[in-house]
């Protein structure tokens, strides 16, 4: 598989005891990037929604989103935080982002998309990406840029596999078994 770019999007679940962060990165090959794009506008239009988003989707619409992204072309990465604290989701995405940029180096990808926040926040995502690249080797490349959920397809297929990822963390793992061995999933300490 040829993937120099990933595509992600989070998820989390606040718990004094049992939270989580997940961020989760689709690898698709370049060569399937325009089809999986149309397919996830296709679904998008079937909701009714700006944006393909696995929290505002129901049990039936969950399992057609789930389904769709299994059949894609491509690998999913995904950085699991855990056990995140309240107040505390800023420290998890860091540490999970530190994680998955290099996993996604191992992968060959050198530029990421993640779907934009606030400017502050995007800031911060930089900053931890420019701290993780210090890790990977003296020649690597690798880079970050933020962008609109509603204009991307492709932070999509991150959102549903982030969504598939915190159901199966909730007891619900019908969605991350229709997704198989597409997703790896890496536990992250964010203690």
Known sequence: ??????????????????????????????????????????????????????????????????????????LHVVAVGAPVRPRRQERARAHC??????ELHGFGVEHLFMEARDQVLNARDVA????ARYAL??????????LLGTAEPLLWVADVVAGAVRAEKLGDVRYREILGERVIDFPVDVR
């Open 1 to 74: 598989m040829s993937a120099s770019r990933a595509w992600s999007d989070e998820s989390f679940q606040e718990h004094d005891d049992t939270g989580f962060y997940i961020i989760a990165a689709a690898l698709i090959p370049d060569d399937a990037l325009d089809q999986v794009r149309e397919q996830m506008l296709h679904l998008q239009a079937k909701h009714a929604s700006t944006k393909v988003h696995w929290t505002k989707a129901d049990s039936a619409q969950r399992d057609q989103l789930a389904r769709a992204v299994a059949a894609f072309d491509g």
């Open 97 to 102: 982002l530190n994680l998955l940029v290099s």
């Open 128 to 131: 931890t990406v420019q701290q």
């Open 137 to 146: 080797p003296k020649d690597a490349r690798f880079r970050l840029d933020h």
